[in-house]
């Protein structure tokens, strides 16, 4: 116990990366008081502060990882965790419109939120505008490409990302839809640039079976709704450093929590 509530503490240390360190204590969910409650708090403190897009993936990821774990596909514990999903959308559906309207939506609203969601609907939107823009003015020759990469470093901002673009011509909710970048930089041609992009890092991810690299491929899964909403740069970031700082943190602390009981 004492070797989680230090690796608990650096998860608090990383705060953005929280729910990376929720990843890392996920084998011990089922086992320990202690992780849930952590979750718990993680889940609820963050949804209370809109922070929606990380939570589902939280939420969704956590879902996907218990119903992989079960041979039957319809028992009774997978009908309940589908109905726990269902239920979740629905409320994240409800805090988006709450934090937009500043009231609650009723049943009828809050049902239809399940197949008209707000968040979809500003990606739609912000796919248009990255065309709009392009046949408005010009591309922009991999300005936003450059951006993205430079931010992949821990506690760096750039300008010249996808939202200072759009922001200068357009309303901008917020969030970066996946052909955006591509769209912008290079146009079409883009686009099955950086499908293959992303298709190598996925690949790397699920290429090698052992521990960092299932690591890895859950920070992927993990960040689904996080990558369709706000881009790629956060998720590079947490595979490229804080991925392997975290490995090679508790992987150190188990060594020293063994010498430990062994003398």
């Excluded at 089922?30 to 993680?42: A, E, I, N």
């Excluded at 010009?138 to 200072?164: A, E, M, Q, Y």
């Excluded at 490995?247 to 003398?263: E, H």
């Amino acid at each position: 116990m004492a070797f989680l509530s230090i690796v608990g503490l650096v998860h608090w240390v990383l705060h953005f990366n929280c729910k990376l360190g929720l990843i890392f204590n996920l084998k011990y969910l089922k086992k320990y008081r202690s992780v849930q409650l952590t979750y718990l708090f993680s889940f609820s403190w963050f949804l209370i502060h809109g922070e929606r897009a990380d939570m589902a993936g939280l939420l969704l990821g956590v879902l996907f990882y218990i119903l992989m774990r079960q041979k039957k596909v319809f028992s009774k514990r997978n009908i309940i965790v589908a109905v726990v999903g269902l239920l979740s959308i629905i409320l994240l559906n409800t805090i988006g419109y709450l934090r937009i309207n500043g009231q609650v939506p009723n049943v009828a609203l809050a049902l239809k939120s399940v197949i008209t969601t707000p968040t979809l609907s500003d990606v739609a939107y912000l796919c248009n505008a990255s065309i709009d823009y392009v046949s408005r003015f010009s591309f922009t020759n991999g300005k936003i490409l450059l951006s993205n990469i430079v931010s992949v470093i821990p506690f760096i901002s750039t300008n010249g990302d996808f939202g200072s673009f759009i922001s200068s011509v357009y309303s901008n909710p917020g969030g970066e839809p996946l052909i955006g970048e591509p769209l912008m930089d290079f146009g079409f041609i883009g686009i099955p640039i950086i499908a293959i992009f992303d298709f190598l890092i996925l690949r790397l991810a699920v290429q090698f079976k052992n521990n960092f690299f299932r690591y890895e491929y859950m920070v992927l899964l993990f960040t689904v709704p996080r990558i369709v909403w706000y881009g790629r740069s956060f998720v590079y970031t947490s595979i490229i450093f804080f991925v392997p700082f975290m490995y090679l943190t508790t992987s150190l602390l188990k060594r020293v929590t063994k010498k430990d009981r062994s003398i």
